[in-house]
Structures are given as C-alpha cells and as structure tokens.
C-alpha cells in the first residue's frame, strides 16, 4: 500500500529533499506541498492524505512572523481528528516536544536529525504510534526523571517549568517567541486582560523581573528558538 504524505515547510529546498528521500523507496506518494499556513489547510481539503508532515511554523501568505505551531497543530488537528501529523522542527526541549504531543501530533522529528529517519517515523505514525524518533530524544527530552544518566539535567538554579500551568506555559512561548499580549491573546482565543495576568502570574512563580527575563527563560528552557 503506497503512503499517501503532504509536506508542510516554508522552505522550498526541504521538502524537496524530504519528497526525494520519501518517494525513493516507492511506498510513499507526495500528494501536496505548502509553504504557508493558507496553503496547508488548502491543500488539505483537496487532496487526500495519509500522514501529514508539518513544520512547527510557517510564515503567513502576508509574510509576517507567522501563525504559531501549536496554534496551527490545533487547527489541523480540530478539522481531521484522526489524521496522522508528524512535526518537523529545529526547536529543541522536553517541554516542547510535550506541548506538541499535547496539541495533537503523533510524532516529533527534529530537523538536525538525517532526513534518512523520516520515512520510518511516517510508517510507524501512520500504524498508530505515537512517538519521538530515538535520535531526537537525547536531545529533545533531556532532564527528565528516568533520562540516561549521561543526559544533561536541568541546572538546579533554574527556575522549574513544573511551576507553571499548562496555560501560563502557552503564554511564556508566545511572548517568548516575539507575540504581543493581543496577538497571544488572540491566537489562544482569550482576552488580553487574562494573558496579561497569565503573564505576571508566571513571572511570579519563575522569579523573573522583567521581559528580557522572561524570554532568556524560555530560549533556556526550550521553548524558544536561540
């Protein structure tokens, strides 16, 4: 059975690489590439699809900063509930990969990896697993209770994600990310009066003192590109 596979990536480059390296071995047939957000849920209802691999963000048809990627995991995922998605991604951090998983992806691949490993991840999601490619996961999960002993752990001085609630979380990366308080607001469909307070509330809790804080956090802990 041929894997039918969409490519989501603002740049043009990879996903050639990635339908080359797919289709070599003749089970897999690309149906669709995007390179914006538009584009991919376009795509999306014309074509049919299988597995979908997606890049974390993508700029906007406006060439803007573009929509956020759990944002937009969770617009694919609230239109096809059952479809297998596959994040491709250069941001690396156990809490990300989390966030990810939570939003709706069955599989995490970080783009410093070989692009050799893809077509196995894609066989694996789309029989149901849900996974982090191994190659990854030192990487990607390191500090967790239960990581090899060789795995780097969290410095003790820094302040705990586990502090955080889910939704002070979102925040945190958004701002982190470069959003203002509306965009954030706005892309996590709350008001900028509750982002506002979501924001003072994990500064609180982090210890933070100012914006400049608040971001050096977030790229340390992973949930923000250096």
Do not use: W
């Not at 299988?50 to 406006?62: F, I, R, T």
């Not at 937009?72 to 994040?87: A, D, E, M, Q, W």
């Not at 945190?172 to 706005?186: K, N, P």
């Amino acid at each position: 059975m041929t894997l039918r596979v969409v490519l989501a990536d603002d740049h043009p480059a990879l996903i050639l690489g990635m339908r080359t390296v797919l289709e070599a071995g003749g089970k897999v047939r690309v149906t669709g590439e995007a390179h914006t957000p538009e584009a991919l849920l376009d795509t999306l209802r014309r074509v049919e699809c299988d597995v979908l691999v997606m890049d974390y963000s993508m700029p906007d048809a406006e060439e803007r900063s573009g929509r956020d990627g759990l944002c937009l995991l969770r617009t694919v995922r609230g239109r096809y509930p059952t479809l297998p998605i596959v994040v491709f991604t250069m941001l690396r951090g156990a809490v990300l990969v989390d966030l990810v998983i939570g939003a709706g992806a069955n599989g995490v691949l970080c783009k410093r990896d070989p692009i050799e490993q893809l077509p196995g991840m894609l066989s694996l999601v789309a029989a149901g697993h849900t996974l982090v490619h191994p190659a990854s996961a030192h990487c990607m999960r390191a500090g967790r209770p239960g990581a090899p002993e060789d795995e780097p752990r969290q410095s003790p001085r820094r302040p705990s994600l586990l502090r955080l609630s889910p939704r002070e979380m979102e925040v945190v990366r958004l701002l982190a990310a470069g959003r203002t308080q509306r965009e954030v607001a706005a892309c996590l469909n709350r008001s900028a009066k509750t982002i506002s307070h979501q924001k003072r509330s994990a500064m609180h809790k982090l210890g933070l003192r100012n914006d400049i804080d608040l971001a050096r956090f977030a790229i340390d802990a992973g949930l923000a590109a250096r």
